[in-house]
């Protein structure tokens, strides 16, 4: 777009006038949209630095009032919810991308695709509220538990999952399933020494993708994990404290001195954005790394 | 297609219960998949269904349920509106800007933040306008009212904490910035070359040419993004649950004032916790009408899409 550095010659005052006026617009919008992005990564990084010690990720909040304490109990919270989430939704993602790209009959893929279309669009408060009724028709009203978010997380995350392995499986070129065909392999076994390996950088980094997306995620986890000041450690009874909605709460029951539950929430979201980051991150360098070198490019 | 099957000679019992027991399980994965993602809407209706028909004992000592749901649905929209009203010309703004405008070092710094500001969680992006923000446009907010009272929208009184509807629009717009801002920018990369390069030899100017050339191959693009981008807004939950402060059943298109309308995203998950029986019953309800929304506005903004070729 260089070539569009200068004006053509013999344009009219009005134009150039309205040429002007579009330009003057488009870095006041660069503007607008830079501010408020760079003064949201200063405030988390500056305000956050403040409770960064190690007591923040060795303590919990049982028994604390006021200054001290930690996010341990939420931290190991939002490492098991997740993982169960993950445990839930890579066998079902991955098996019904399989399905969908090669068994799929085309009535039953239509709606699944169709399902996993919308569904990337679900509100997390209804993902939430949507594993509560489900876990109440289960085993009855009132259960709060960490299994209970991850639940309504892999609702979150399933659509993530199905979607990039699929792109990931169709992908796959189709002389590769053919010669492995012909040298007289099965189908699952065409799926699972061609198929997969050859889509595994992909749904790798789906995955992550996925963790990324519901690592921080709040609504869900306030309605069916709830929050708790101490460790705990079993994913099927209790509330579970995690990262999000620990920040919630440390803004919403603060103590009298406020400034110690500020400086707790800024410190937990600087973890978490950093806990995300590192997952975004993980997802590329692994969708790199694992890429088979006849599928590059 | 079974070639090896037909042609060759018959497979050893082995394989071939191996093969079908591999079709199964992924079968099976399908359709768990298939009963989870269409489970939300039943099981929601199913356990909703006594607060959508309860008289007593709803949030709020409510009448009814639609005396309860209608008010947050008009304010989970006007703040969505708000949002998008605020975030579409700056994505288009930003989009053009960074692709026409902008030097490519500062195109390419804005997309690397705009990446990291999509990974984001909603609940720092409310701490951020509740602490940071609000604050800030409270001087605003008194000047607004004390200037502009006249229009309905900033009839006032004004709020002294910030903690308004037009901050929580504000808040929405800055976090569906990013992924807006994106599809901008790849929609509008797919102007034809050839197209942009016919007006510039007919002596168009920057502007003539975006007018021309880009912007009727984008417009669709654009307007599907931003239904996407409503669906998110409308569904989202920790923002206005943090930054607005509620009143009960209000529905006012006041922008600046002490009191706001609550959303139902926001709404359930401030009542959820400390609920039972029939109010547990129409908060659930109150979930169904929500994704009732967020379906029917990425299915349209999903078919957009696909009459005008583009993918999103």
């Known amino acids: 777009m260089t070539a569009l550095a200068g004006r053509p010659a013999g344009v009219s005052t009005r134009r150039r006038l309205t040429d002007h006026v579009a330009t003057v617009a488009a870095w006041a919008a660069f503007a607008a949209a830079a501010i408020p992005l760079v003064s949201l990564l200063v405030t988390v990084v500056t305000r956050g630095l403040a409770r960064l010690d190690m007591t923040f990720f060795t303590s919990s909040m049982r028994g604390i009032v006021g200054a001290g304490g930690g996010a341990a109990h939420a931290l190991w919270g939002t490492v098991l919810v997740t993982l169960a989430a993950t445990a839930i939704s890579v066998p079902i993602g991955v098996g019904t991308a399989v399905y969908l790209v090669e068994y799929g009959r085309p009535v039953l893929s239509r709606l699944l695709w169709f399902l996993v279309d919308v569904m990337t669009g679900l509100p997390s408060v209804v993902a939430g509220l949507a594993a509560y009724a489900l876990i109440v028709m289960v ?9 209970a978010g991850a639940i309504a997380l892999s609702l979150l995350m399933i659509p993530v999952v199905v979607k990039s392995s699929a792109e990931m499986l169709r992908l796959v070129p189709t002389d590769l399933r053919e010669a492995a065909t012909g040298l007289g392999a099965s189908r699952p076994a065409v799926i699972a020494t061609v198929g997969l390996p050859a889509a595994r950088p992909g749904i790798v980094a789906g995955v992550m993708l996925g963790v990324g997306r519901i690592i921080g995620e709040t609504a869900p986890l306030l309605l069916v994990a709830g929050f708790t000041d101490s460790l705990n450690l079993n994913l099927t009874t209790g509330r579970m404290a995690t990262l999000p909605v620990y920040i919630y709460s440390q803004w919403q029951n603060k103590g009298a001195d406020q400034a110690a539950y500020d400086n707790r929430a800024w ?10 980051l590192l997952f975004s991150l993980a997802a590329r360098l692994l969708g790199r790394l694992l890429a088979p070198t006849s599928l590059k490019g | 297609m079974k070639p090896a099957d037909t042609l060759l000679t018959p497979r050893p019992a082995r394989e071939r219960v191996r093969d ?13 998949g298939l009963v989870a993602l269409a489970g939300v809407a039943v099981f929601l209706g199913v356990e909703g269904w006594p607060g959508l028909t309860a008289r007593t004992g709803l949030p709020l000592q409510a009448a009814n349920f639609w005396a309860l749901a209608w008010p947050l649905a008009f304010g989970s929209f006007w703040a969505a509106v708000l949002g998008l009203g605020l975030a579409v010309p700056v994505a288009i703004g930003v989009a053009l800007a960074q692709t026409w405008y902008v030097p490519r070092w500062a195109g390419r710094f804005l997309g690397a933040t705009f990446d990291i500001l999509a990974a984001i969680p909603s609940v720092v992006y409310g701490l951020w306008g509740l602490m940071i923000i609000a604050p800030r446009l409270a001087p605003v907010y008194a000047w607004l009212g004390a200037h502009l009272s006249w229009c309905p929208l900033f009839a006032g009184p004004p709020s ?7 901050t929580a629009a504000l808040v929405l717009a800055v976090m569906v910035l990013p992924v807006m801002a994106a599809l901008c920018r790849e929609v509008f990369a797919q102007t034809p070359r050839t197209t942009v390069e016919a ?31 409503f669906g998110r807004a409308v569904g989202e939950t920790m923002v206005t649950a943090m930054v607005i402060s509620p009143a009960p059943f ?8 002490s009191t706001n309308p609550n959303t139902i995203a926001a709404f359930i998950a401030q009542t959820f916790p400390e609920s039972h029986g029939v109010e547990v019953a129409t908060l659930l309800a109150l979930g169904l009408v929500l994704f009732v929304i967020t379906f029917v506005v990425n299915v349209v903004a999903r078919r957009i899409v696909r009459a005008t070729g583009g993918r999103v």
């Open chain 1, 139 to 147: 085993v009855g009203p009132g259960a709060r538990s960490g299994l």
């Open chain 2, 199 to 229: 007006a510039l030899a007919l002596g168009a100017t920057r502007w003539e040419v975006i007018r021309l050339a880009v912007w009727p191959t984008g417009k669709a693009g654009v307007v599907s993004g931003a239904m996407l981008g």
């Open chain 2, 250 to 257: 209000l529905v006012g298109f006041g922008l600046i004032n």
């Open chain 2, 160 to 166: 002294a904490s910030g903690r308004t509807i037009l």
């Open chain 1, 267 to 276: 410190t937990a979201a600087l973890v978490l954005i950093g806990l995300v």
């Open chain 2, 20 to 32: 079908a027991s591999a079709r199964s399980a992924v079968t099976v994965a399908g359709l768990i």
